[in-house]
């Protein structure tokens, strides 16, 4: 398939679903960011994301795809423009929106089970003990953790450890969940597994995502969209591909179809030839 066809294609995908699509729950409206050493990161950035989406974003180091997860998050503020949830401007951190490292960011000398109880706690003060303890055992059983709740982080695998950092960011049932690179550092049979395991409970949940990742396959196995990001500095959304398969998808069959081999191409055409960096070419 040429990219002028994989771009009608994937513009009539996108109004045919755009008809029947929610209004923009989460949205980035003509978004800068530049920083005080005159460094522009972000450009002109406009984003509508549904409510319940999984929309993964990819790009070279550098085009700022962490920059606006931080300012979703709430961790920092446009230098023009709105990013907005729900129809309310985004202006500090809250529960409705929820991350995940790479670096899974958890309490060492805490265990499994009080590493997500502090988060319940936190966010639900005014709960029962009892309803606490509940809501970390279901989202400890969620992601296959019930009897690795009294261990600590150093005595667990590192994809034990990100398993509790989703059990924690789910328990406090967000509106958004913000994944950074969460399967970076794992290797590719633990990368699959919680891959599944993520979808599952997102169709379970149909809580919103943003994730990003620089794993082209992770994006199309796991994504509704594919926010294809331009380099930096002053980087913008140059595409998004409409991602076409059913749900609940099943690897094998989507590797066996063409189509993923002409996403595939189109989204590597776009990284490393037409946005190429200079080291890459």
């Given at each position: 398939?040429?990219?002028?066809?994989?771009?009608?294609?994937?513009?009539?995908?996108?109004?045919?679903?755009?008809?029947?699509?929610?209004?923009?729950?989460?949205?980035?409206?003509?978004?800068?960011?530049?920083?005080?050493?005159?460094?522009?990161?972000?450009?002109?950035?406009?984003?509508?994301?549904?409510?319940?989406?999984?929309?993964?974003?990819?790009?070279?180091?550098?085009?700022?795809?962490?920059?606006?997860?931080?300012?979703?998050?709430?961790?920092?503020?446009?230098?023009?423009?709105?990013?907005?949830?729900?129809?309310?401007?985004?202006?500090?951190?809250?529960?409705?929106?929820?991350?995940?490292?790479?670096?899974?960011?958890?309490?060492?000398?805490?265990?499994?089970?009080?590493?997500?109880?502090?988060?319940?706690?936190?966010?639900?003060?005014?709960?029962?003990?009892?309803?606490?303890?509940?809501?970390?055992?279901?989202?400890?059983?969620?992601?296959?953790?019930?009897?690795?709740?009294?261990?600590?982080?150093?005595?667990?695998?590192?994809?034990?450890?990100?398993?509790?950092?989703?059990?924690?960011?789910?328990a406090i049932r967000p509106q958004v969940l913000i994944l950074d690179e969460p399967f970076g550092a794992l290797d590719a049979i633990t990368k699959e597994e919680l891959q599944e395991e993520l979808l599952k409970i997102w169709n379970d949940h149909r809580c919103t995502v943003l994730m990003i990742t620089h794993d082209i396959d992770e994006a199309l196995f796991l994504a509704d969209r594919l926010v294809m990001m331009t380099n930096g500095p002053s980087a913008t959304v140059g595409e998004v591909l409409q991602i076409p398969f059913p749900r609940?998808?099943?690897?094998?069959?989507?590797?066996?179809?063409?189509?993923?081999?002409?996403?595939?191409?189109?989204?590597?055409?776009?990284?490393?030839?037409?946005?190429?960096?200079?080291?890459?070419?």
């Open positions: 398939m040429t990219n002028t066809a994989l771009n009608e294609k994937n513009s009539k995908t996108s109004l045919n679903q755009g008809s029947v699509r929610r209004q923009p729950f989460l949205v980035m409206d003509n978004v800068y960011k530049s920083y005080p050493n005159g460094y522009k990161a972000l450009e002109n950035v406009n984003l509508n994301i549904a409510e319940g989406e999984f929309i993964t974003i990819i790009g070279h180091s550098g085009c700022g795809k962490s920059t606006l997860l931080n300012m979703v998050s709430g961790f920092s503020q446009p230098s023009q423009g709105t990013v907005t949830i729900n129809g309310q401007k985004i202006t500090k951190p809250g529960p409705d929106r929820m991350v995940v490292f790479q670096g899974y960011a958890l309490l060492p000398w805490r265990t499994v089970f009080e590493n997500v109880y502090l988060a319940v706690n936190a966010v639900f003060p005014n709960k029962s003990k009892v309803e606490k303890n509940a809501i970390v055992k279901e989202h400890l059983a969620m992601v296959g953790l019930t009897e690795a709740a009294e261990k600590r982080p150093p005595q667990i695998s590192g994809g034990m450890k990100q398993r509790v950092s989703i059990a924690r960011a789910l609940p998808r099943d690897r094998v069959q989507i590797m066996e179809d063409p189509e993923y081999y002409n996403l595939r191409n189109y989204a590597l055409d776009f990284l490393f030839r037409r946005f190429a960096h200079d080291d890459d070419a």
